[in-house]
């Protein structure tokens, strides 16, 4: 696949965020710049392939980073520290699979048509 640099745009779904690729919705997430990462990596992207982010609208790059890099992190927040990257870890297999507003399933899993969507409860 290129190396050529990749942008993706968010817009708000609710509490997610659906991240689109000329206009080919990527994924629909909590953290969409990590999660279309780790979609572009599983579609055979070179880890060393930049990829950037912007909000709907807007010109302004948000975030930077190779899709390598950014596909091993994910954010936790939790009572006693607030956001941070941390590493990711996928959801182990036998994850029950649950319905997102009706649209795909969860557990790291695609739907038919390749959208990748989180865990449900899970850090992604």
Not at 11 to 28: F, N
Not at 77 to 90: H, K, Q, S, V
């Given at each position: ?47 060393e392939t930049l990829l950037s982010m912007s909000?709907q609208g807007e010109r302004t790059v948000a ?62």
């Open positions: 696949m290129t190396t050529n640099p990749i942008h993706i745009t968010i817009t708000p779904k609710g509490q997610l965020y659906e991240a689109r690729l000329d206009g080919e919705i990527l994924c629909v997430s909590r953290t969409p710049f990590l999660t279309s990462a780790r979609a572009l990596q599983q579609r055979g992207h070179a880890p909000h975030l930077l980073g190779s899709i390598g890099a950014s596909a091993a992190l994910t954010v936790i927040e939790n009572d006693t520290a607030g956001p941070r990257f941390g590493r990711y870890r996928a959801p182990p297999a036998d994850m029950p699979i649950a319905v997102v507003r009706g649209r795909g399933r969860t557990a790291g899993k695609s739907d038919p048509a390749g959208v990748a969507y989180e865990t449900a409860g899970g850090a992604l």
